[in-house]
């Protein structure tokens, strides 16, 4: 069961074990006496120091641990020796519980800590119980399946005591019965809700409130700064120190959230959440039946009118369009005439009262959106097989980042695997608008020499030749052969993980294990109990997943991971940086095709025992200046060109 908070009251003094974080973590303390298979690592001792200094003076701290270094371990004991509030963020939900649940109590535990920790997730990740209750009355389903699912929820609200949906492992995680059943910002009733009192979102929120420790991730971290930014409030209490983990992530997530968008859901939801309201208003549907039906019915002709056009672009592509720009008219008109039809309504119920407010911020973010004429935000559109989204992001986030640290008065720690990029945190901070950050690079404790070979393949065509995943596949099944399996074949693109899975079985024995076809754990679960595996994975299996031990010995990257040119915001920071005199290439996309290679790079030695290849196939790694930027920001590790000595690695 997710814990909303916890309270753990050890000794009357904050901390009962004195000492420094280095000096706890060290070979005489307590980790090493208490914590069975714990190593002291000078690595971890060193960042578990800057990260103790950092606190203590609210510095700016980018910090680059290795992996194997350690690093959770070498944030936490600092942070709960401050006796500060501090607020850890990590990348994913995942690593969040398993922060709060395995390892925040460890080490709350040896240290004998006094204080009071909270998880805090999203609010889409828990129950709302006004929505299930309306839901229930509702009573349209889309399947048997969906009716099963929500008798198995309302069976769980009545014993859960987070209301975190991750507890209810029965309803899976893309059920289209959750969005039903989960609020948003915008359908939240707030004060006025029948259920606010029972409300899950609001204990989870007061316990993160007076939490000493509360741990979120990214996503809800920038989403309430960006509120806080608004004046709109705020769901994080004020912190000392701010810890970021997975922080090679920030850049590109601030993006999200300082962006302006509107989708086809959101339009959709708003017809739909004011249907339900109607409901509980006598008369009322009769009166907004006509704009709700114009709504949903503008939704659907725009969606047809964008079907000529590429999945995802700048949006001066489409308003061009004669159909486009008619349908975006229609749309217009009709949540416009849906706005002045709840106003008159509105004074009938809270409900109404809400959905009114949401029909007029969705008719202004419209407007906003389809002025693309703005030069300090790339408008783009993005299309799904049923929907469409329109976002305005902003072409430079240092300057709103900066201005959020400053706010703060907190201190920001920054740590990951992957920041540098030959060796420099330059390109990392630049983007985060950090000036004269106080920088902590520490190597992994692995012994990469002796557990790690880099296969280079000769002979290999360059990667937009027409037969390059056929030439891959060549020079790729005889390591599969050698390793006997047990490798993970990482893609930069969909395409080439599709070809390479029809092409695969026949060349190799293995069992064939290949992203899409199952969930993500339910695929890597298999993929570890077969011993002898082969997965095939694309964006999302290039980090944040751990198969230690033999089940994964080889790691293949068919290409340099540059960011795909047709991203319509990549596109436009380009031509800015080209504008003030940049290099686009090497300023922006060889950096971050640079982290995200170490990414993947990292999957292949997770702890001291591994042994492993890292095949790397892109022969612009020797053949192009920038390609020994790429190696140099790799651990060292002997290099081959031979797939003779990738045999003699295995043999040994």
């Known amino acids: 069961m997710a814990l909303i908070e916890e309270t753990f009251p050890i000794s009357d003094s904050p901390l009962s074990t004195p000492g420094s974080s280095a000096e706890l973590l060290g070979p005489d303390g307590p980790f090493a006496r208490e914590v069975p298979g ?27 641990a290795g992996t194997g270094t350690g690093k959770t371990f070498a944030y936490l004991v600092p942070a709960l020796m401050s006796g500060k509030r501090v607020i850890v963020s990590t990348g994913t939900k995942t690593l969040q519980d398993q922060l709060f649940h395995r390892d925040l109590p460890r080490v709350r535990s040896v240290l004998g800590a006094r204080l009071s920790a909270a998880l805090l997730k999203g609010r889409a990740n828990y129950l709302c119980l006004h929505r299930l209750d309306q839901a229930h009355k509702d009573g349209r389903f889309g399947s048997r399946e969906e009716v099963s699912q929500l008798q198995a929820i309302q069976a769980w609200s009545k014993r859960t005591l987070a209301g975190d949906r991750a507890e209810l492992a029965e309803v899976a995680e893309d059920s289209p019965l959750w969005p039903r059943v989960t609020s948003t910002a915008e359908n939240c009733l707030g004060a006025e809700c029948p259920m606010f009192n029972d409300c899950f979102v609001v204990k989870a929120r ?40 997975e922080a090679h992530q920030i850049p590109e997530l601030a993006g999200q959230f300082f962006s302006v968008t509107l989708s086809a859901r959101q339009l959709n939801e708003l017809a739909t959440d004011t249907l339900a309201e109607c409901a509980n208003v006598s008369g009322a549907l009769a009166l907004l039946r006509e704009p709700l039906d ?26 061009r369009d004669d159909s486009v720009e008619r349908e975006l008219a229609a749309l217009s008109d009709a949540l416009g005439a849906l706005a002045d039809a709840l106003d008159k309504q509105a004074s009938r119920s809270r409900g109404l009262d809400s959905v009114r407010e949401r029909a007029a911020e969705q008719a202004a973010r419209l407007t906003h959106l389809v002025d693309s004429g703005a030069r300090d935000a790339v408008h783009w559109y993005e299309l799904t097989t049923h929907g469409f989204s329109f976002h305005a992001t902003p072409l430079d986030i240092a300057q709103p980042l900066r201005e959020l640290r400053e706010q703060s008065h907190a201190a920001w720690i920054f740590t990951s695997a992957t920041l540098t990029v030959g060796g420099r945190f330059e390109h990392f901070s630049r983007q985060l608008g950090l000036s004269d950050p106080v920088e902590v690079a520490v190597d992994s404790p692995f012994d990469f020499a002796k557990q ?32 006997k399996g047990r490798a993970f074949l990482l893609f930069t693109s969909h395409r080439a993980l599709r070809r390479t899975a029809e092409l695969l079985p026949s060349r190799v024995a293995f069992p064939l294990f290949v992203q899409g076809t199952v969930p993500r754990n339910q695929l890597l679960d298999a993929f570890r109990a077969s011993g002898n595996g082969v997965l095939l994975g694309a964006a999302s299996f290039w980090e944040g997943v751990d198969v230690a031990g033999d089940a994964l010995s080889v790691v293949v990257i068919d290409k ?32 971050n095709a640079v982290i995200a290679l170490k990414q993947g790079a990292g999957r292949l030695i997770r702890d001291i025992h591994d042994r492993g290849v890292l095949v790397l196939c892109d022969p612009r790694l020797t053949t192009r200046g920038y390609g020994k930027l790429f190696l140099a920001s790799l651990p060292r590790m002997a290099r081959t060109r031979g797939i003779g000595d990738v045999e003699a690695f295995f043999a040994e």
């Open 38 to 64: 714990f190593v002291p690592r000078a690595a971890q001792q060193s960042m578990a120091a800057a990260v103790e200094e950092a606190i203590a003076d609210r510095q700016m701290l980018v910090a680059e």
């Open 206 to 245: 007061r316990a993160a409130q007076g939490a000493d420790l509360v741990v979120v991730n990214h996503h809800l971290l920038f989403a309430d700064l960006a509120i806080k930014q608004e004046g709109f409030g705020e769901i994080l209490p004020g912190a000392h120190a701010f810890i970021l983990d």
């Open 294 to 319: 114009a709504l949903t019915s503008a939704v659907k002709r725009l969606r047809l009118a964008l079907d000529p056009f590429p999945a995802k672009g700048a949006f001066v592509q489409i308003e």
């Open 452 to 483: 790690a070979l880099a296969y280079l393949p000769e002979g290999l065509p360059d990667p937009s030749s027409e037969s390059y995943v056929e030439r891959v596949l060549d020079a790729v099944v005889p390591v599969l052969e050698a390793s």
């Open 560 to 591: 340099l991971p540059f960011a795909a040119p047709d991203d319509p915001v990549l596109v436009a920071r380009l031509d800015a940086l080209r504008e003030s005199g940049g290099n686009p290439f090497f300023d922006w996309q060889v950096p």
